[in-house]
T-cell receptor, first 116, second 112 residues
Framework: NAGVMQNPRHLVRRRGQEARLRCSPM?????VYWYRQLPEEGLKFMVY????????ESGMPKERFSAEFPKEGPSILRIQQVVRGDSAAYFC??????????????FGDGTRLSIL | TQLLEQSPQFLSIQEGENLTVYCNSS?????LQWYRQEPGEGPVLLVT?????EVKKLKRLTFQFGDARKDSSLHITAAQPGDTGLYLC????????????FGKGTLLTVNP
């Protein structure tokens, strides 16, 4: 998956700690999406961001989760006070197009978050 | 809530066989995308279909979008071990077509 870069690839945290997941979109892409893949489930949409704006965060839990995509630097998905149920693979995708286009989303290789 | 059901969930075949996997929903999608995902990696886009009845071919892979834009199929001819992977379909709804709804996937194993 050349292009969309996520780091770290694996992240281990203890309950109550904070997790920060980073995503650099493909060159030329200004739209970023975060998805979560729980074991035995499909990918679930969490949040859609453009530079400095959150467009749709309807899939993101209201508490402990936040996302940003600053003018400079990668998009960050932040999970505070992690719990065991946060263990999952978190994928970032990016696209070049506008909100209502059919521009395909290109995915990174994900961050596997494990909570001890 | 839109749901995409993929079938079969698991498929194990011999090299050279043909196969079809399905993606069905009761909802209408403005577009549908097929991805393949390898273990430990992210989904890789194979194709996007937009028009009802549309057929797209990618070498030995043929993708079809249903006339009503509620379902899709992926047909692989003369499967090879390199085709092994998790095949995911993802639909985008009209009005919020950035929000992809994913099926749980079909895990295909092609045995040499």
């Amino acid at each position: 998956n050349a292009g969309v870069m996520q780091n770290p690839r694996h992240l281990v945290r203890r309950r109550g700690q904070e997790a920060r997941l980073r995503c650099s979109p493909m060159k030329g892409h200004s739209h970023v999406y975060w998805y979560r893949q729980l074991p035995e489930e499909g990918l679930k949409f969490m949040v859609y961001l453009q530079k400095e704006n959150i467009i749709d965060e309807s899939g993101m839990p209201k508490e402990r989760f936040s996302a940003e995509f600053p003018k400079e630097g990668p998009s960050i998905l932040r999970i505070q006070q992690v719990v065991r149920g946060d263990s999952a693979a978190y994928f970032c995708a990016s696209s070049p197009g506008g909100t209502y286009s059919n521009q395909p989303q290109h995915f990174g290789d994900g961050t596997r978050l494990s909570i001890l | 809530t839109q749901l995409l059901e993929q079938s079969p969930q698991f498929l194990s075949i011999q090299e050279g066989e043909n196969l079809t996997v399905y993606c069905n929903s009761s909802s209408v999608f403005s577009s549908l995308q097929w991805y393949r995902q390898e273990p430990g990696e992210g989904p890789v886009l194979l194709v996007t279909v937009v028009t009802g009845g549309e057929v797209k071919k990618l070498k030995r892979l043929t993708f079809q979008f249903g006339d009503a834009r509620k379902d899709s199929s992926l047909h692989i001819t003369a499967a090879q071990p390199g085709d092994t992977g998790l095949y995911l379909c993802a639909g985008a709804a009209r009005g919020s077509n950035y929000k992809l709804t994913f099926g749980k996937g079909t895990l295909l194993t092609v045995n040499p």
